[in-house]
């Protein structure tokens, strides 16, 4: 299958267009400048004939490439989320294109200290001779999910371009907030109207992901007793001193972030605020079962009460909320999904690799929200960093993954 790919153009295109998320934002999208890349991506959509493209008032982008078979064939959603990491900056991206690259570090133009080290990534490696797309050093490059979205789009132009490509109804789904863990709170799951879905946001080339953590968000509120520090022997009770406490005695050697891999869970404190009468202390826990998941809630709430019995006069509260589930419990219900996206990887010459993610997509909740949605590669490495690299080479292929998913679908019904 020979693809006349846009997908490069449409990326260097897409991450100048700034879509950093902001968690502290109520709004939805968070920020209103994620709309700039839906309208974008509207406009494109509509231009290559799919009728029904628009953005809703939460700044979420529908659109539908219609049937063109005679067979009953599922309906198969693609998405990737426009926003980008609130960790680095996206304004002024300035993305570098390295062709043909040559195997060693790569010294990034406008910030001599940010070095893409080989040692570091040896995924660059696998690269020698493809062309690598970084940023100029002083921004995050917005691959973690432009790449996905530039994949989907040129897929979809290939697929209107192209009608003798046989596929069912095919529907396009982009977020906002992703990045924030919002991602799938506003998705009208029942207008895309999809059996399953792909979502196209991940790391390696070939790899398929469907497995994901199991993930809930701890707060634990000190209230300490407060007084003029002049008066205050036998008296104060400073809640951040508590926090701070029960913090420094979390493990240093497991469960944590810095100290765990593979399947290993992990308790990380991500923020700590207030002052001596109450701070609040927030927590993510993740595990890939929910079993694991409880011993680590329970942990860290024995761990409180340890460190609150030596201030009597002091309390705490601990509010666990659930973020989202393992999306492996809902995938194994129809294996297909997963068989014919491996098939999908194959044809496009490139050896598929099952594979787990420690972390969470939107498909993570897609899943629990009625539509199973592993997560497809998208060629993104280093993300959330001003290191972030993409592979020309591996977008193409993601793309070819993509339109051959939607053959396979058509290919296997009746």
């Known amino acids: 299958m020979t693809i006349n790919h846009t997908v490069t153009e449409r990326f260097l295109k897409y991450v100048k267009i700034d879509t950093q998320s902001d968690p502290e934002s109520p709004t939805c999208p968070s920020t209103e400048k994620q709309k700039d890349l839906a309208r974008v991506l509207v406009a494109e959509m509509l231009e290559m004939g799919i009728k029904d493209a628009h953005m809703d008032e939460n700044g979420y982008v529908y659109g539908t490439i219609e049937s063109n078979t005679s067979k009953k064939v599922p309906v198969i959603c693609f998405c990737s989320h426009m926003d980008t990491s609130p960790d680095s900056s996206g304004t002024n991206v300035n993305p570098q294109l390295h062709s043909k690259y040559d195997g060693r570090d790569i010294q990034l133009k406008n910030d001599p200290t940010q070095i893409i080290r080989v040692s570091e990534h040896p995924s660059l490696l696998k690269q020698i001779g493809n062309d690598i797309i970084t940023t100029d050093g002083t921004t995050l490059l917005g691959a973690d999910n432009k790449a996905g979205v530039a994949e989907i789009m040129d897929a979809a132009h290939h697929l209107m371009t192209n009608p003798s490509i046989k596929h069912g109804t095919i529907k396009i789904l982009f977020t906002p907030d992703e990045e924030i863990g919002r991602g799938a709170d506003k998705a009208d799951l029942k207008k895309v109207g999809a059996d399953f879905g792909y ?20 707060t634990i509120t000190i209230n300490g007793v407060s007084t003029h ?64 998941l409880k011993i680590q809630e329970d942990f860290l709430k024995e761990l409180t009460k340890q460190v609150i019995a030596s201030y009597p006069k002091s309390t705490f509260d601990f509010v666990v909320k659930e973020q989202y589930r393992n999306m492996k419990q809902v995938l194994d219900k129809n294996p297909e999904i997963v068989s014919y996206a491996l098939e999908a990887i194959k044809r496009a010459g490139v050896e598929p690799v099952l594979s787990s993610i420690r972390g969470g997509t939107d498909g993570s909740r897609f899943s629990y929200m009625g539509l199973p949605c592993p997560n497809i590669f998208a060629g993104e490495h280093a993300f959330h960093s001003k290191l972030e690299w993409v592979s020309v080479q591996d977008m193409e292929k993601a793309v070819a993954t993509i339109v051959n998913l939607a053959m396979i679908w058509e290919e296997n019904s009746k």
């Open 199 to 218: 979502t196209v946001d991940g790391e390696e080339l070939g790899h398929l992901e469907n497995e994901t953590f199991s993930a809930d968000g701890v």
């Open 229 to 292: 520090p002049g008066f205050a022997k036998n008296k104060m009770q400073s809640a951040i001193k508590i926090a701070s406490e029960i913090v420094a005695a979390l493990p240093k050697d497991k469960m944590s972030p810095e100290s765990t891999e593979k399947k290993e869970p992990f308790i990380h404190p991500v923020s700590i605020s207030g002052g001596i009468e109450k701070t609040v202390l927030q927590f993510i826990i993740r595990a890939f079962d929910e079993e694991t």
